[in-house]
């Protein structure tokens, strides 16, 4: 597997894991708006076990698309995680956890960022397993009816100072 940067060539790929992932997705300019301004901090987990032949396209299995906090409220320059996923043939591989560390890690030693911060639902079990016991974010607050479907959210933080 082939742990790599976002490349815009990817986007749709990028796309369609997302879209068979989660309900929550985005336009094409979105990811392209990720990949220009920061091209750091986006990732994609790559299939590579099995050839392929010349000029198709890669096996994307999983990707996290992430950013900077543009005009941050508390004045703090932290990153964000827009959209984490991994489809179904490839979890419980450690492909979450990477591709989480190597933008954070990207975050902290390109944009000297402070914290990196995320949603996620309150009932999503396993991505509160890795975010909160494999990697250290903790609990900030609740939003009440984050998502279009009235779920609430928890609103997460991990400090980035003890990376490296
Ligand atoms: N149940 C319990 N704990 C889990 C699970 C699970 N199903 N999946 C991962 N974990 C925890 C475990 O502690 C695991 O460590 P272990 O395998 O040593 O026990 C740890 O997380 C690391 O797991 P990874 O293998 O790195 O995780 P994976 O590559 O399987 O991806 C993910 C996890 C991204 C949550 C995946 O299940 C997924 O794509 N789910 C659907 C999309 C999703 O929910 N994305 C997150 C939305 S929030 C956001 O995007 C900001």
């Known amino acids: 597997m082939d742990i790599r940067v976002l490349r815009p060539s990817d986007i749709p790929h990028v796309q369609l894991a997302n879209i068979t992932n989660l309900p929550e997705n985005y ?5 392209l ?3 220009m301004s920061w091209p750091q901090l986006s990732y994609v987990a790559v299939d590579v076990s ?15 698309l992430a950013k900077m906090e543009e ?12 959209s984490l996923s991994v489809m179904r043939t490839h979890r419980r591989l450690g492909l979450a956890e990477k591709l989480m ?15 990196v911060s995320l949603h996620v639902r309150v009932s999503n079990v396993a991505a509160l397993r890795l ?15 984050y998502y279009a479907d009235g779920e609430d959210a928890f609103s997460m933080r991990m400090e980035l100072s003890g990376l490296k």
Do not use: W
């Not at 336009?27 to 990811?31: G, R």
């Not at 099995?50 to 996290?64: L, Q």
């Open 27 to 31: 336009f094409c300019k979105y990811y």
């Open 33 to 35: 708006y990720h990949a």
């Open 50 to 64: 099995r050839p392929t032949p010349p000029h198709s396209p890669p096996k994307i299995v999983g990707y996290v």
């Open 71 to 82: 005009e941050p409220l508390d004045g703090v320059q932290h990153g964000h995680i827009t």
């Open 101 to 115: 560390r190597q933008s954070q890690l990207a975050m902290l030693e390109t944009f000297s960022a402070h914290y």
């Open 131 to 145: 975010y909160r016991d494999t990697l250290g974010f903790t609990n900030e607050k609740t939003e009440k009816a």
